[in-house]
């Protein structure tokens, strides 16, 4: 229950917004009731079971739906997006709440009563107190809970059932002790009454003492502890249900109808599987054109249902963008394939035209033939012959090659890779590293041990198989050593160096890193959008420009915070044709003046930047005070920090509180005799905060093992990023070399902030690591004789990752030569001096 209401306004000082929004507020309430009470029972009842967890949004949302379909649906999704752990079967939200409804319905009767709603949002209380005393109260439960992160104090909840009769409410200060009492002494005092009680009701002496507490609080201060506990279990974002919406097949009213035309086939099977290929042909006469900047196209959203029986199978979105300039025929295809097994279904298309604002919609039973079953011919005989050849990539998809990970991070030394292959096509395989062929294999299995060096760098390994002709039928890829912030696609098809007449088939395969949502996937054709999907499978067959000229077919991945991925396969290219790999280099330097102080107003002609001993020329200038860091403290907690570790871990906290703001994200990587992912990159301060909490000075120090280590954690993390290192101490046995450590360094392009508590000016070979380390990577070194000394540290280096410059470069040197490329980084004035990475490795 929320705190008691304060007056409104007096009509004439109440604003005409609020007014209006009232109104429409009033307005719309008698028309979800009315939707409610035509729901069906069982929605009707999931109503009442959600109701504390379920925002408005979704209410009206799940209320719009007119199909029971629908509505499962969306219930699936409503449990999914709040699942706390995705990545397992279960549901351990779900499957709690379901529980604690089963238990409130047992115990209450109902759901429809206040005991209830916070037993369903709290659990069970620590004790129950239930009692009378006699006759002198009306019917009482007292329930207790200890502090808990929803309500970090004891929560005390008096319930009573006025006259004996009815539904249990919840107790306030401000109604008086009298209200729970059944004759109250006329004029008695609160005090006087609590005493009453605790003198009668003899069974419980703490029953007097519970009331007291609630009493004692007051009104303000106890509604602020019970909002607490009512306040809904944290839902996610609201963008959810404008996703589900967005999926809809549902035509909106008077919607203007869309001549078109939906055939359905079955070109291929994907093992066990059948590849069902829908094209919807909308007349090119009909469909609206849009006009831009003298640039004409037609542009459709194509939303998709599969249902099997009663149920949603699946669903699925695409969006086509299609020149005018190639639109030749005079029907448009779209075309999209979804990966069903043999049965019976139901398939719903809806097509907007988004230019025409007209709508095509069709419901079609479909029925899926058995895997051994010959295929139906072709319903579409002009599509068919457009698609033969990209169907017909379909028939490598029954022999399929995998590389299965090794167990573990930071794989070195040697390392065996083993595949999965289906289908038995397959009569050789060749493994290569980094593009350089290892091994070929003529007979299974099909393994590979490989040397992968004394440090876990990041490497490429690829396996194609070949039938007994040498042609090549499947392939797989993997990065070893890549951390879980990867984002990457792969083009499968069409595959570099084969010819494609009239079609090809893409598929791509998406890398999203942890805890990242993918939003969706674009194939080009050159450089024109042939199709964005939503949804796997990521394949689209793809129609070619005559003559078999050259062309390019190009995957682009988004994530839902805008940051992209590509990949790029030549087809029908010349077998001379050589792909560079240019390099694009992105330097985050930092410029300092004499007095060491960042010099932020610095324009792009003032840098200059060589390789190697060559000039290049800047493509790229940003001043980069805005952009969002990541920042890791790799913190020493071995036993010889003991003594400074209290004020240490204050300092890390304020350089959080200080320097993280809403788009930034910071980790904390304690380390003593080995390092510890304490906590992940967030932007939480409470997260970090409980991360310091937790530490203790013990055991040695294996400095170098820690910089691997948190170097090898920002794998994958693109941007500005930094370490701050602090140490009292050199290392003492780490698995890694300190030359190792700087190689990895030099090759990972973040920037180490190094901090040296107490290292004496004799404690040379100490103080040149720490130096070395922040030098070649364009971070600062500092040493400190006491930690008090930190604070102003951490500031000084969160200045400098405030007042940061952006250069970026094409380089000249387009060489397959993997050695290291010394950069240069000059800037113009006098006591200027310019901090980035000494160079990189390509």
């Known amino acids: 229950m929320a705190p008691l209401p304060t007056p409104l306004r007096s009509p004439h000082r109440c604003p005409l917004a609020l007014l209006l929004a009232l109104a429409l507020l009033l307005a719309a309430a008698p028309l979800q009731a009315a939707a409610e009470k035509d729901l069906p029972e069982a929605y009707r009842q999931w109503l009442i079971e959600v109701a504390p967890i379920l925002t408005k949004e979704e209410r009206a949302a799940f209320l719009a739906l007119e199909k029971d379909y629908q509505r499962d649906a969306f219930i699936d999704r409503f449990w999914q997006v709040r699942d706390p752990y995705p990545d397992t079967a279960r549901n351990e939200l779900r499957e709690s709440w379901e529980t604690r409804v089963a238990e409130a319905k047992q115990q209450f009767g109902s759901l429809d009563e206040e005991r209830a709603r916070f037993y369903l949002l709290n659990g069970a209380p620590a004790a129950i107190l239930a009692d009378q005393c006699g006759v002198l109260l009306w019917p009482t439960e ?56 605790a003198s009668r009701c003899l069974r419980n002496d703490n029953f007097g003492a519970a009331i007291a507490s609630v009493l004692n609080r007051g009104q303000i201060d106890y509604s602020i502890l019970v909002g607490r506990a009512e306040k809904p279990i944290e839902g996610p974002s609201r963008e959810w249900v404008s996703t589900f919406n967005s999926y809809s097949t549902d035509l909106p009213e008077a919607a203007a109808e869309l001549d078109a035309v939906l055939t359905i086939d079955f070109p291929g099977r994907r093992q066990a599987r059948t590849v069902v290929q829908a094209t919807v042909a909308v007349p090119a006469a009909v469909a609206g054109v849009a006009e831009l900047a003298g640039a004409r196209s037609y542009n459709f959203v194509l939303n998709g249902e599969v249902l099997r029986g009663r149920r949603l199978f699946d669903s699925f979105r695409y969006k086509f963008d299609l020149p005018a300039s190639e639109v030749t025929s005079e029907r448009i295809p779209l075309v999209f394939e979804r990966f069903l097994r043999p049965g019976e279904y139901t398939l719903i298309v809806k097509v907007e035209d988004l230019n025409g604002q007209q709508y095509f919609r069709a419901e079609h039973p479909i029925e899926v033939p058995v895997a051994e079953a010959e295929l139906p011919p072709p319903a579409d005989e002009e599509s068919a012959r457009l698609l033969a050849e990209a169907n017909a990539a379909l028939s490598t998809l029954e022999n399929t090659l995998e590389i299965v990970a090794p167990r573990g991070d930071m794989q070195s030394g040697f390392v065996r890779f083993d595949t999965l292959t289906t289908g038995d096509a397959i009569r050789e395989v060749l493994f290569a590293l980094d593009g350089q062929p290892v091994l070929r294999k003529n007979r299974p299995p099909y393994s590979v041990e490989l040397d992968l060096g004394q440090v876990p760098r990041t490497r490429t390994l690829a396996a194609t198989g070949f039938d007994a002709a040498g042609a090549e039928i499947a392939s797989d890829e993997i990065l070893v050593n890549a951390s879980s912030h990867r984002f990457g696609i792969r083009l499968v098809e069409p595959r570099r160096g084969k010819r494609y007449r009239e079609s090809l088939r893409a598929e791509a395969q998406v890398e999203v890193p942890e805890g990242a949502s993918l939003e969706r996937v674009e194939f080009y054709l050159n450089e024109t959008l042939v199709a964005t999907l939503y949804q796997e499978p990521f394949t689209q067959p793809i129609v070619l420009p005559p003559d078999e000229a050259i062309a390019y077919v190009r995957a682009v991945a988004y994530q839902v915070d805008g940051n992209s991925t590509e990949d790029l396969v030549f087809v029908n290219a010349p077998e001379n044709l050589e792909e560079l790999d240019v390099q694009f280099v992105e330097l985050f330097a930092t410029v300092l003046d004499r007095q060491n102080r960042p010099v932020g107003d610095l324009g792009r002609d003032a840098f200059s930047v060589v390789e190697d001993g060559v000039p290049q020329s800047i493509t790229r200038f940003e001043k980069v005070e805005n952009l969002p860091i990541h920042v890791a403290v790799l913190l020493d907690v071995s036993a010889s920090m003991e003594p400074n570790i209290d004020q240490a871990r204050s300092a890390a906290l304020q350089l959080f509180r200080d320097a993280i703001q809403p788009k930034d994200r910071a980790g904390l990587i304690p380390f003593n005799d080995r390092p510890t992912l304490a906590v992940k990159l967030t932007n939480r301060i409470d997260e970090l905060a409980g991360g310091l909490a937790g530490l203790k000075a013990e055991r040695g120090t294996s400095l ?30 780490s698995r890694f070399s300190f030359d190792q450590t700087l190689d990895f360094a030099r090759r990972a392009g973040v920037a180490i902030y190094t901090i040296g508590l107490g290292i004496g000016r004799t404690e040379l070979e100490t103080r040149n690591v720490l130096k070395k380390l922040a030098e070649e990577t364009g971070g600062r070194s500092f040493f400190l004789k006491e930690v008090e000394e930190l604070s102003a540290i951490y500031g000084e280096i969160q200045r400098e990752l405030r007042s940061r410059y952006l250069i970026a470069y094409q380089s000249t040197n387009t060489s397959k030569d993997l050695r290291f490329r010394t950069v240069d980084l000059q800037v113009a004035g006098s006591g200027l001096e310019a901090k980035t990475m000494r160079g990189y490795y390509p």
Do not use: C, H
């Open 142 to 197: 007292i329930w207790i809970y200890p502090p808990t992160e929803r309500v970090p104090e004891v929560l005390v909840l008096v319930f009573y059932q006025r006259f004996g009769q009815g539904k249990f409410r919840l107790w306030w200060p401000i109604e008086g002790v009298a209200a729970l009492m059944q004759a109250p002494f006329p004029g008695a005092s609160n005090q006087a009454l609590i005493g009453e009680i």
């Open 704 to 733: 170098y093992d820690a910089v691997v280590f948190s170097l090898f954690y920002f794998n994958g993390v693109k941007g500005q990023r930094a370490i701050v290192l602090l140490s009292d101490g050199k290392d003492e046995n």
